[in-house]
């Protein structure tokens, strides 16, 4: 019965997974109407903030993710976290000529 209990708190500390927790983050930058790096790579799980320090307000329109943030005016943030790998686009919904990308491996 000892034996058995053992092993069962043993098996249940080997089946819990470690709390996931964001391997980082990482800064994109909006001045001059463009989003610097324009193609920015990270790992599974980091969090985005877009700085805007630019004049005048951008978005950030993730389609692929149903993300579309407020405007973010002069100096203000935006943050996303990418939870899946994939190569997502995304541009300024005010300014769509504005593009970006970000790679997630
Ligand atoms: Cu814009």
Redesign the pocket.
């Known amino acids: 019965m000892r034996g058995l209990t053992y092993s069962t708190l043993l098996m249940a500390c080997l089946l819990i997974p470690a709390v996931a927790r964001p391997d980082g983050t990482a800064k994109i930058k909006i001045d001059n109407?463009t989003f610097s790096p324009t193609k920015l790579s990270i790992a599974k799980g980091t969090e985005v903030t877009w700085a805007n320090e630019d004049d005048i307000p951008?978005?950030i329109v993730l389609t692929a993710n149903n993300v579309r943030s407020k405007a973010i005016d002069t100096d203000k943030t935006f943050s996303y976290r990418f939870d899946k790998a994939g190569t997502f686009s995304y541009i300024?919904g005010?300014?769509p000529q504005?593009h970006g990308q970000v790679v997630v491996k």
């Open positions: 109407f951008h978005t300024c005010l300014h504005m």
